[in-house]
């Protein structure tokens, strides 16, 4: 008779024959752990089959601009765990946070002080600061790419138009500098219409993420950066669905009244905030 100890170290054994050092590593860990995981939960046949039909769900509802098993990962700490073990917060160095399931490769270029809305809805933001090294030396060239959810809380994959909106990249300029209009970020769920939602809803928990700004920034030299900033005061900042909150990247967006003169010049016709945001980059 096979008992349940020996059923976990015949499976980690028949990794052993494995040539990539790192993969049987891997794989003798998470047998290791599922079987663990197992034997302490005491799973039942049905139980095992419900999260067989969870996990074929998410693959179904997945598509090129819907990736479930990215929100899952998010929704379970995964993603921001992954991040603390690859990109520990070091010295002056801004912290990074997840990606997310909506970044696109290839958005529109801008200019410096150009606009990222491309006609998405909601309150323009001016978005200012610059991009150095931890020794502060300026890092000219860098590249930035911004995306964000509209007032509706939809980022424009989300829509069947096709069209791109809210997303850009720029490059910093001689002095490290970079600055460009944006919108007030606003707080919105999930996408939670999927198996992702149901875990949420059964777990009594909101799908809500706190308003943010997404931002890649990569120079040669350096350690790509993926980050957010914040809006400060938000009630969303202590329940964020993907724990992606860090109270380093937490910014006051301060409001102007219609026709105050904006950095740029200009007088917008309508309400706007603006923020800043310096990026420190580690060497590579």
């Known amino acids: 008779m096979t008992d349940e100890q020996e059923v976990t170290d015949q499976v980690v054994a028949s990794f052993d024959a494995a040539k990539d050092e790192r993969f049987r590593e891997l794989m003798r860990a998470l047998v290791r752990h599922a079987h663990a995981f197992v034997r302490e939960t005491r799973l039942t046949e049905d139980e095992w089959n419900a999260a067989i039909g969870f996990l074929t ?13 990215v929100l899952l990962s998010d929704v379970l700490g995964i993603s ?133 700004l997404h931002f890649k920034v990569t120079a040669p030299g350096h350690r790509p950066l993926i980050t957010h900033i914040f809006v400060a005061d938000d009630p969303y900042l202590r329940s964020d669905s993907v724990f992606g909150v860090k109270q380093s990247l937490i910014r006051p967006f301060d409001r102007h009244e219609a026709g105050t003169r904006a950095p740029d010049g200009s ?14 980059l580690r060497r590579d």
């Open 80 to 212: 921001m765990l992954t991040v603390a073990v690859n990109e520990p917060a070091t010295g002056d160095a801004t912290e990074s946070t997840v990606l997310g399931p909506f970044f696109v490769q290839d958005s529109p270029r801008i200019e410096p002080g150009g606009d990222i809305a491309r006609g998405a809805a909601g309150e323009p933001s001016w978005i200012s600061g610059t991009v150095t090294d931890v020794h502060g030396t300026p890092v000219a060239g860098a590249r930035i790419e911004v995306w964000e959810a509209d007032d509706d809380g939809m980022y424009d994959v989300q829509y069947e138009d096709g069209a791109l909106a809210g997303r850009a990249h720029l490059f910093t300029d001689a002095e490290g500098r970079y600055r460009f209009w944006g919108l007030t970020p606003t707080p919105y769920p999930i996408p939670d219409d999927g198996p992702v939602g149901r875990l949420l809803e059964h777990a009594g928990r909101s799908p809500m993420r706190a308003p943010h």
């Open 57 to 69: 769900a998410a693959g179904h509802i997945t598509t090129d601009t819907r990736q479930e098993f």
């Open 267 to 280: 007088r917008p016709d309508r309400t706007w905030t603006s923020a800043s945001f310096d990026i420190v």
